[in-house]
């Protein structure tokens, strides 16, 4: 797998995490949460190809990056391809975050059925996870978009195997 089909990118942001961010949105998400605010993502057939090779050159041409960021659509349906990316992401020193609409509980309980879900947990820093839900949606919330969606600190949460919350980003 030295593709994946995404929605988009973004080369520098700064609402997808903490410092200056390259965003990678992916295409198809099996979540259609009401009020998304990338609801082009849900179509699997959307978007396009891209190839890892081609993507990871343009993150290496900024060296301004903090880290590197998955979004959605749903990171997880293509966990293969992005742990790909993760994992070079990591040799360049860059953190990795994950948005997911599933919940840290969910990954974990999918190991079994979808074991490339654990390659990308391993190879993720933090992960947003759960999906959004619009009557609990507040612009109050760092990084998230409504109350249940929670910061995840990934290496912690995999050694104790529950949940462990970032407080401070």
Known sequence: MDELRISGIIKESIVDGPGIRFVIFSQ?????????????????NGGYIAKIDDLMSEI?????????????????VQAEAFSKIAIQCHLLGLNVISYTGYTFENLVSGFYN????????????????????????????????????????????????????????
């Open 114 to 169: 979808h074991p490339e879900w654990r390659t990308l947990l391993e190879n993720i820093d933090i992960l947003i996870d759960g999906p959004f839900i619009e009557e609990q949606k507040s612009l109050m919330l760092l990084f998230r978009g409504s109350y249940n969606q929670r910061i995840i600190d990934v290496k912690s949460s995999l050694i104790a195997m529950k949940a462990v919350l970032l407080e401070n980003l």
């Open 28 to 44: 198809g998400c099996p979540h259609r949460c009401k009020g998304c605010h990338n609801p082009s993502t849900f179509d699997f």
């Open 60 to 76: 290496k041409k900024n060296p301004l990056l903090k880290g590197v960021t998955f979004s959605g659509g749903e990171p997880f």
